[in-house]
């Protein structure tokens, strides 16, 4: 349960600086929120007014930290994450929270906004005797990153008075070029991609980083596809050619009781970090939850990649592009999809390429309007429909392996209903 964006704020029509995910003062100011939040959750908020966009356009110009979520983040999550025993289940989830410590509108005390899909939350704090966050803290991360290289020239959408179709709390440069720096990605596929696996010393290799200590419990084939398989009495891993791997329970699931999202999500994170600590593909990549689907009597989870560019320089999205299995046409959406019962995980899939940053870094230069105009004109889906933007970014944008090692430059893309539409930027 990490934000995808933070942003620090000196109010309406000031100045606005996202902080780059994965660096020290996200942590910080991620840490102090949790504080914020286990303080408001603990009792009934103050109002509870059905969500309007503008409204929470201005609420999210107007106060000094914004917190952004992929999706909506059940309460029963965000419990289990901030260690809440006791909260009052007023609120279902939050996918965007605002924050106003020492909030003058409300007598100093602090301040608390919670969006979901449906409502806006307002819980106003008195007597937290916490500092987290307070007026210090703000100036501290503010100074520090005010002439940062990727926190340039941001304004929030409902500040420009434009009646373009950009959900009013979007942060973009609206205005101006952003002038940022990014290093190359370096793809390296898992396994080989010659066809089917001849060598004994190959299998190997691939059981040992993709198994590590258990890898002695399953036995090697092959199937149709090419696929290397490892096999056991109650489970199989499938790693294809397109370095996707693919986990299957094959066991009897017997007589299940009603899954409870927790569980299974506790499962699918349980099994995530089995993963990461049994080989060595995910190092150096942070995991976002993007997606939450309830099944027939399972939940399934979906997660995106963001990788350390290092150097302080914070993470970047990783963005999946033409990855299928073999015997499917529909495209992977997310870089891990997951689903898993209150007992287990019994289907998993995810992109398993090792990645790379060279940290030799080249500057970009950039501009929102003309790019978005670019995609318009680039792709018929977007010319043909007046669909409204939900969002943007810069992305390393992942495509199937087809060389030993592939080198990746960094890309706008522009997301709405239809999909994802990506524009190369071009360096200096």
């Known amino acids: 349960m990490l934000p995808s964006r933070i942003v620090l704020s000196k109010g309406y029509d000031n100045d606005h600086l996202i902080i780059p995910n994965g660096s020290e003062e996200y942590y910080t100011l991620w840490n102090g929120a949790q504080e914020y939040l286990k303080a408001a959750l603990k009792d009934k908020p103050t109002r509870t007014e059905p969500f309007n966009e503008e409204k929470w356009g201005i609420i999210a110009a107007n106060n000094p930290y914004y917190f952004e979520f992929k999706t909506d983040i059940n309460i029963d999550i965000v419990k289990w994450v901030l260690n809440i025993k006791n909260s009052v289940d007023s609120v279902m989830g939050l996918n965007k929270v605002a924050i106003y410590p020492d909030d003058p509108e409300n007598g100093y005390s602090d301040t608390i906004y919670i969006k979901d899909s449906n409502n806006i939350y307002t819980y106003v704090v008195s007597g937290y005797g916490g500092v987290a966050l307070d007026q210090k803290e703000f100036e501290t991360v503010y100074e520090s990153h005010k002439n940062n290289f990727k926190i340039k020239n941001y304004k929030i959408a409902i500040e420009t008075g434009s009646k373009s179709l950009l959900p009013k709390d979007m942060i973009a440069p609206f205005t101006s070029n952003s002038e940022e720096e990014y290093t190359n990605l370096n793809s390296i596929p898992f396994g080989s991609l010659q066809g089917p696996t001849s060598s004994l010393a190959e299998y190997d290799a691939i059981q040992l980083e993709l198994l590590g200590e258990i890898r002695n419990d399953y036995y090697p084939d092959e199937d149709v596809y090419g696929a290397v398989v490892f096999k056991k009495s109650d489970s199989v891993y499938r790693l294809y050619k397109n370095s996707v791997i693919e986990y299957k ?16 999500y506790q499962k699918a994170v349980g099994f995530i970090m089995e993963l990461k600590a049994r080989s060595r593909h995910m190092d150096n990549i942070n995991l976002y939850l993007s997606s939450v689907k309830e099944g027939s009597n399972s939940f399934i989870f979906k997660f995106d990649y963001s990788i350390d560019d ?9 963005l999946l592009k033409d990855f299928k299995l073999p015997n499917s046409e529909q495209s992977l959406d997310s870089a891990i999809t997951i689903e898993a019962t209150s007992k287990r995980v019994i289907q998993c899939r995810w992109v398993a390429l090792k990645l790379e940053v060279n940290k030799i ?10 790019l978005v105009d670019r995609a318009y004109s680039l792709n018929k889906e977007l010319s043909n429909a007046n669909l409204p933007i939900r969002d943007y970014g810069i992305y390393y944008v992942l495509t199937p392996p087809e060389a030993n090692s592939t080198m990746i430059t960094p890309s706008f893309v522009l997301f709405n209903n239809t999909g994802s539409y990506d524009i190369p930027l071009g360096g200096k």
């Open 310 to 318: 290092g150097e302080g320089h914070g993470d970047v999205p990783l």
């Open 249 to 264: 329970y094959t066991g009897n699931q017997g007589v299940t009781e009603r899954t409870r999202l927790l569980d299974a």
């Open 361 to 370: 870094f080249k500057e970009y230069t950039w501009n929102f309007p003309e």
